[in-house]
């Protein structure tokens, strides 16, 4: 058990039917989404690392993989670990081959991807080229653009995070998807999607402000 961790979720950490996990999930509230990294999985809930602070009795929906959402509620949140209470049930080891990729129904399940639509530029050929992200995981992501090829290696620009060499994977018209050459580590991707959701949410409200400071004025 974790030192300091509130006792409703020490027994259930301590059933049979808990599992210890090191796998990426999505969480989401009505403000906020970013990657959170199971640390222990049960049918009622769940513990992991998150890097944002949540008020207890927060409504949260969890993505495990892109077939399965779990809706919930923080039990806990502090030093950047939180406890989840699932609203309802869940199979744990159908849960955990979903984690691992394995195939479902004849199909294979890929690791959650955040959506998260920010500018950036990929490097191709030694030039800049104007893109706009559209998902991203560890793995890699998905941009909007219209000037890349299948097989091209690339840099990625993103703001606030070091560039990243990713080569193209496939394209459809207008956009691409690209794998990183180097997986983000978790850390680096979890921090990062946190506080670029957290600076628009700043520019959003100091626009609100300063709109209403004009409406006074005049």
């Given at each position: 058990?974790?030192?300091?961790?509130?006792?409703?979720?020490?027994?259930?950490?301590?059933?049979?039917?808990?599992?210890?996990?090191?796998?990426?999930?999505?969480?989401?509230?009505?403000?906020?989404?970013?990657?959170?990294?199971?640390?222990?999985?049960?049918?009622?809930?769940?513990?992991?690392?998150?890097?944002t602070?949540?008020?207890?009795?927060?409504?949260?929906?969890?993505?495990?993989?892109?077939?399965?959402?779990?809706?919930?509620?923080?039990?806990?949140?502090?030093?950047?670990?939180?406890?989840?209470?699932?609203?309802?049930?869940?199979?744990?080891?159908?849960?955990?081959?979903?984690?691992?990729?394995?195939?479902?129904?004849?199909?294979?399940?890929?690791?959650?991807?955040?959506?998260i639509?920010?500018?950036?530029?990929?490097?191709?050929?030694?030039?800049?080229?104007?893109?706009?992200?559209?998902?991203?995981?560890?793995?890699?992501?998905?941009?909007?653009?219209?000037?890349?090829?299948?097989?091209d290696?690339?840099?990625i620009?993103?703001?606030?995070?070091?560039?990243?060499?990713?080569?193209?994977?496939?394209?459809q018209?207008?956009?691409?998807?690209?794998?990183?050459?180097?997986?983000?580590?978790?850390?680096?991707?979890?921090?990062?999607?946190?506080?670029?959701?957290?600076?628009?949410?700043?520019?959003?409200?100091g626009?609100?402000?300063?709109?209403?400071?004009?409406?006074?004025?005049?």
């Open positions: 058990m974790e030192e300091g961790e509130p006792g409703q979720f020490a027994d259930r950490r301590s059933d049979a039917r808990t599992a210890t996990v090191y796998r990426p999930v999505l969480i989401e509230t009505d403000d906020i989404a970013g990657f959170c990294l199971v640390r222990n999985l049960s049918p009622e809930g769940m513990m992991g690392k998150f890097y602070h949540f008020a207890e009795g927060t409504r949260v929906s969890v993505q495990f993989n892109e077939i399965l959402k779990v809706a919930g509620k923080v039990a806990w949140s502090r030093d950047r670990m939180i406890g989840i209470q699932f609203a309802t049930s869940i199979n744990v080891p159908e849960v955990l081959a979903g984690l691992a990729g394995l195939p479902q129904g004849g199909k294979s399940i890929r690791a959650p991807r955040l959506q639509p920010t500018a950036a530029q990929v490097i191709v050929d030694g030039r800049p080229v104007y893109a706009e992200l559209q998902d991203i995981s560890q793995k890699g992501l998905k941009v909007r653009t219209s000037y890349l090829r299948p097989s290696e690339v840099t620009l993103l703001d606030g995070m070091e560039p990243k060499k990713a080569v193209v994977r496939w394209t018209p207008g956009v691409a998807g690209l794998n990183f050459i180097n997986p983000l580590p978790f850390d680096q991707l979890g921090e990062w999607v946190i506080q670029l959701q957290q600076h628009a949410a700043q520019r959003t409200k626009a609100d402000r300063s709109a209403a400071g004009d409406g006074r004025a005049g």
